[in-house]
């Protein structure tokens, strides 16, 4: 059954994550969605990370309308991953989606005690632990060459034949450049905690000269970072037809699952939470 919404409330409260015991220097590092501070709110042995959103630009008519404005949306999403980049590097944090928003701070603490056991297990897996990311790139120069093939015919069989040969070199330095990306992947998943493979990047986006054929995300021990690093420098070494890029620690928005259960009738905007 529905909750009817305060009319009168004007400030809603946007979520950024969820965390054990925040720490307080990391709570007046980075300003809030409003520009002004963050603060927690608590229920259940857990705390929500919160801004103030006034209703007028964070309501959900108004979200509607600013989720199609890219330059919005742009400044939302670094405000939103500032705050939660801080909290994960005091500590282990359970991010929230970008705009999610709560009627009131009441309503947030009413999310924890609902959510408490799995939120709780979620901190537990991630405590100790970062996110890396690691993306990799066809190197057309290490890839095999198809040889030119003289064969007669004049001036335009030869041009017919010099085009195959390059569609052909393309299509098999793409096959191989995938099947060291899989093996890459299979190697970094089998020493992090956990592993997932993202779709990979159009260039448009990645900004590289190249097709990126690897988007992967690993969960791994803090005190285990040096041997990844290790074992991608490895890798590298290894699939030269490939460049591999390491990135990172990243808060673990990888590992939190996106579907979570059906929203709560008090979500100002109607998306799950994560």
Do not use: C
Request: proline letters at 7%.
């Amino acid at each position: 059954m529905s909750t009817a919404l305060d009319p009168a409330v004007t400030v809603g409260a946007w979520l950024h994550g969820v965390v054990r015991d925040p720490d307080p220097a990391a709570l007046a590092a980075v300003p809030g969605m409003d520009g002004g501070p963050v603060r927690a709110v608590r229920a259940a042995g857990l705390a929500a990370v919160v801004s103030a959103a006034p209703l007028t630009e964070y309501g959900e008519e108004a979200l509607r309308r600013n989720l199609e404005d890219l330059a919005w949306l742009e400044r939302a999403a670094r405000a939103h991953h500032a705050v939660v980049d801080a909290l994960s590097r005091a500590g282990a944090v359970v991010p929230a989606r970008l705009a999610t928003v709560h009627h009131d701070d009441t309503r947030v603490a009413a999310m924890l005690a609902e959510r408490q056991a799995e939120l709780a297990a979620t901190l537990d897996r991630l405590t100790g632990r970062g996110e890396w990311g690691v993306k990799g790139y066809v190197v057309p120069g290490a890839l095999p060459r198809t040889e030119a093939n003289d064969g007669g015919g004049g001036a335009g069989a030869a041009y017919l034949r010099r085009r195959r040969a390059e569609l052909t070199a393309r299509d098999e330095g793409q096959r191989i450049a995938g099947e060291a990306a899989a093996a890459v992947h299979a190697a970094l998943a089998g020493y992090a905690a956990a592993a997932r493979r993202h779709a990979p990047q159009d260039r448009r986006l990645s900004g590289a000269p190249t097709a990126m054929v690897l988007n992967g995300a690993y969960l791994v021990e803090t005190a285990g970072v040096a041997g990844f690093a290790a074992l991608v420098r490895e890798l590298a070494d290894r699939h030269p037809e490939i460049r591999l890029e390491l990135t990172g620690p990243w808060p673990p928005y990888s590992f939190v699952a996106a579907d979570g259960p059906e929203e709560p009738a008090h979500l100002v905007r109607r998306e799950p939470a994560w």
